[in-house]
């Protein structure tokens, strides 16, 4: 069953089509990435289906419901992590996790269990109590993970997490985005062609807004190395739509 | 209802830069001191000049309060946070300005131990008081309306509270210039004018339209704040 639906999926900036009919669907699961080159469009996808930005034509359904006519309903079941992980960063990360649980209806018990579970899962015990100005990177977006999965979404969207992170948060990131998807649907974005290829099941490739092919990477992994496969593939065909 | 926990987080971010006491502490001081001179002057039981002076000093201060709300949180991308969390906008500008209201309560309310040294050293009328306390808190309100709007437009700090200061300074005189005008001109700006519909609060006069006035910039600065944040 899809998570997300995108259908026809549309964002103009005055003359200008920063995404143009966009339709996939994302199931249940499976970490889904966007790839393309900056400027493309992954982060304005991730900004309409997560409300931020509203559709010019198209739309986007999050388990069946619409993002623009139920958007508050539909943002319930997002979990999300902009890019650079913005933070409050005069707040306790326990503070601020317990602020951002609330805004999503939890409290009392099942907030300090939700908090106490995030906590655990990204790894951040030794920085409950920390000012999170003064964390590292990596602990910052840890946080922004954390704030993202307390309550328990049916879609998590992250965008461009690896950005900025040393090599071994990024495999620790891979890691923890696989261990994600087994609760829920991932949709991330990344520029970086290993990254998607290592942590997503499928992968859409976009272009000037357009969607260019939607590939599984998992299941032909057995065929091809999928480095140099899917290395091939979206230059190939980047490079062909921009030289046309 | 998330609107107290994010109130809370509005007042709490306030009262944690040191702005609002910056804020509070030059309001005070300056207030005090033309309280004590006056009085030792004048020799009149009366708040009317504190209330005035009030005035102009909200508009000196309220762009420093409401400058950071919306454009700092465009800056950090935080507001990025707000706006896909499940809240309606109407929450959010709601708890930004009941946080700016709290700060500009705060420093109005520690001027009344103005009122409380005439009470024990004279008798004030206290009409012109209640009323001037009411006209200071609606000229507030609406002061802090407005900076909202203009801090959701811009996502520098600076550019919100100078904006803020030139429009609070033609709104509050713009009656200067109706007077320069032909009729029905000049009636339409007088009706703009805040020091206009503050006057009669001050000197304790109250009427329903210059309450209705304040009401109106409240409610439309608050609409036009929600209308900025709109999802584009």
């Given at each position: 069953m899809a998570v997300l639906s995108l259908d026809g999926l549309s964002k103009r900036y005055g003359a200008r089509l920063?995404?143009?009919?966009v339709s996939f669907e994302v199931r249940e699961r499976e970490v889904f990435g966007l790839l393309g080159p900056n400027g493309s469009g992954k982060s304005t996808i991730l900004r309409l289906v997560t409300g931020y930005l509203r559709p010019s034509a198209g739309t986007a359904r999050v388990a069946g419901i619409d993002v623009v006519l139920n958007g508050t309903l539909a943002r319930r079941r997002i979990g999300y992590v902009p890019e650079s992980a913005p933070l409050y960063g005069h707040m306790r990360v326990s503070e601020f996790l317990a602020f951002m649980g609330r805004m999503r209806g939890l409290k009392d018990q099942n907030l300090a269990r939700a908090i106490d579970g995030a906590v655990e899962r990204l790894g951040l015990g030794s920085v409950r109590?920390?000012?999170?100005?003064?964390?590292s990177h990596g602990y910052r977006q840890r946080v922004s993970v954390a704030q993202a999965v307390l309550h328990a979404p049916e879609l998590l969207v992250l965008d461009e997490p690896s950005n900025g992170l040393d090599p071994r948060q990024i495999i620790e990131l891979r890691g923890l985005l696989r261990q994600l998807a087994q609760n829920c649907a991932v949709l991330v974005t990344s520029h970086i062609l290993a990254e998607i290829e290592r942590t997503a099941d499928r992968v859409a490739i976009l272009l000037d807004g357009k969607l260019l092919t939607v590939e599984e990477i998992r299941q032909e992994a057995t065929a091809a190395p999928p480095a140099s496969r899917l290395e091939a593939l979206f230059l190939d065909l980047t490079q062909a739509k921009a030289i046309a | 209802m998330s609107l107290p926990t994010l109130t809370a987080k509005e007042v709490h971010a306030l009262f944690t830069s040191p702005i609002a006491y910056a804020v509070i502490a030059v309001f005070i001081v300056l207030s005090g001191y033309n309280f004590t001179v006056t009085l030792f002057l004048?020799?009149?039981?009366?708040?009317v000049h504190i209330f005035f002076q009030a005035a102009i000093q909200l508009i000196l201060l309220v762009p420093l309060i409401t400058m950071r709300q919306f454009a700092e949180e465009r800056r950090s991308g935080t507001l990025e946070l707000l706006l896909t969390a499940p809240l309606r906008e109407i929450e959010i500008v709601a708890a930004k300005f009941i946080a700016s209201m709290v700060v500009v309560a705060a420093m109005t309310s520690l001027t009344l131990i103005y009122a409380l040294l005439l009470a024990i050293y004279g008798q004030p009328d206290w009409g012109p008081i209640y009323s001037g306390y009411l006209g200071v808190l609606l000229l507030g309100a609406a002061l802090v309306s407005i900076g909202l709007m203009i801090s959701a437009l811009t996502a520098n700090q600076i550019v919100a509270a100078v904006v803020s200061l030139g429009l609070f300074g033609i709104l509050w005189a713009i009656d200067t210039l109706a007077a320069l005008l032909p009729q029905p001109f000049e009636n339409w700006l007088l009706g703009l004018s805040l020091l206009a519909h503050f006057t009669p609060f001050a000197v304790g006069a109250m009427y329903v339209s210059d309450f209705g006035f304040f009401l109106t910039v409240v409610l439309l600065g608050l609409f036009l704040t929600v209308r900025a944040l709109a999802r584009g």
């Open positions: 920063a995404v143009d009919r109590e920390a000012i999170i100005e003064r964390l | 004048a020799k009149q039981a009366t708040l």
